[in-house]
């Protein structure tokens, strides 16, 4: 079982930057895609960013140019650097882990953004 714990959300103001952290502990199988998905009130949940072992990325639309996805394999943690944040990118923030058998989330951090 894997247990996946966020860090990192609160508040900024529109234009700032925050930068979110997962850290995995438990049983976890060496190539896994780990990621963020995102879902604010009343809205489907949905993907931001993800990076595999060997670092390939994928990002929303929204995502791209404003956010980062990086992880350290060595400390089983994934970040996402968000910069230029919009009020439209207030959500809860999930934390993923993705293996070939398993599918693993975290409770979510909450990030708001004022205008």
């Known amino acids: 079982q894997v247990q996946l714990v966020e860090s990192g959300g609160g508040l900024a103001q529109a234009g700032g930057s925050l930068r979110l952290s997962c850290q995995a502990s438990?049983?976890?199988?060496?190539?896994?895609?780990m990621g963020w998905y995102r879902q604010a009130p009343g809205k489907e949940r949905e993907l931001v960013a993800t990076?595999?072992?060997?670092?390939?990325?994928i990002y929303a639309t929204s995502a791209r140019g404003r956010f980062t996805i990086s992880r350290d394999n060595a400390k089983n943690t994934v970040y996402l650097q968000m910069n230029s944040l919009k009020p439209a990118d207030a959500s809860v923030y999930y934390c993923?882990?993705?293996?070939?058998?398993?599918?693993?989330w975290g409770q979510g951090t909450q990030v708001t953004v004022s205008s």
């Open positions: 993923t882990l993705d293996t070939a058998t398993t599918d693993s």
């Open positions: 438990g049983s976890i199988f060496s190539a896994n895609v």
């Open positions: 990076i595999t072992t060997f670092g390939g990325t």
